[in-house]
């Protein structure tokens, strides 16, 4: 088990209408990452559906939380808040981890 497993995030009841000016809101949602990640896939992998590697959920990526404050992205599963996607980067490359996803089903029709 990783640190990333022990991970618990409080659910805001609406992330939107509970942050105020002094408390940041600490995630948003997998369409946050969809602008870096399509330097990569060349696809749109919001609709696409994932399988958690920690809990088993599968949702589409566009309901994951994304943690963009950090030096990179961090993409955590909603179900249990572990690390499913992490990407880094540089000004010559991208650093990713797929670590968290047992799977990434992509939809070739859309």
Do not use: K
């Not at 609406?14 to 105020?20: F, H, K, P, R, V």
């Not at 540089?90 to 070739?108: A, F, K, V």
Request: proline share 6%.
């Amino acid at each position: 088990m990783s640190s990333a497993d022990n991970f618990v995030f409080p659910e805001p009841e609406d992330q939107d209408i509970d942050a105020g000016p002094h408390e940041p809101i600490p995630y948003v949602d997998g369409n946050a990452a969809a602008g870096a990640l399509s330097e990569i896939f060349r696809i749109d992998i919001i609709a696409a559906l994932g399988r958690c590697r920690h809990c088993g959920a599968v949702r589409a990526f566009g309901a994951a939380m994304v943690f963009t404050d950090a030096p990179g992205i961090v993409v955590r599963c909603r179900d249990c808040q572990g690390v499913l996607l992490r990407l880094v980067q540089t000004p010559t490359r991208y650093w990713l981890d797929l670590s968290g996803l047992s799977y990434l089903e992509i939809d070739r029709e859309e």
